[in-house]
């Protein structure tokens, strides 16, 4: 894949990402206020995300790492590649707490917005990253 081909589908979807993390976060503060219907669906956005983020991990394993790569080296690459492996942890930990009915509701929405805070400013180092890698590759 063409670096501004992969540039412009990582684009794409931290926009659907940023949108599904606004929501969930409305939703988790919903929650962590009592409202019990918010509760329910933070349980199914949070499932949705989760299948929507592991797609998005496997197309920058598959094509962003090995661009990193080549442009900033491999302990870079490497450091990426690290890093995807510790969202799906750390997501399917989260939501793995989202699902115990015997947690603490506002313990769970803080983890919520602690790990949404963390992918926010994950995908704005990484689309710096991307601006710089896509200019050296074409340079
Ligand atoms: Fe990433
Ligand atoms: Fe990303």
Request: net charge negative; hydrophobic share 40%; with cysteine.
């Amino acid at each position: 894949m063409h670096p501004s081909e992969i540039q412009e589908r990582v684009l794409l979807d931290h926009e659907n990402l940023r949108t599904r993390l606004a929501m969930i976060e409305s939703l988790s503060q919903r929650a962590g206020d009592g409202e019990v219907y918010a509760l329910d669906q933070l349980r199914d956005r949070g499932d949705e995300l989760c299948r929507k983020l592991g797609r998005h991990l496997d197309l920058e394993d598959l094509h962003l790492v090995p661009l990193i790569q080549e442009t900033r080296g491999r302990e870079a690459a490497q450091q990426l590649a690290a890093e995807h492996r510790e969202q799906r942890l750390l997501f399917d930990f989260v939501l793995d707490r989202l699902r115990d009915a015997k947690r603490p509701t506002r313990l769970i929405c803080r983890e919520m917005q602690a790990f949404i805070d963390l992918l926010r400013d994950d995908m704005d180092l990484e689309e710096e990253e991307l601006v710089l890698a896509a200019e050296n590759a074409s340079a």
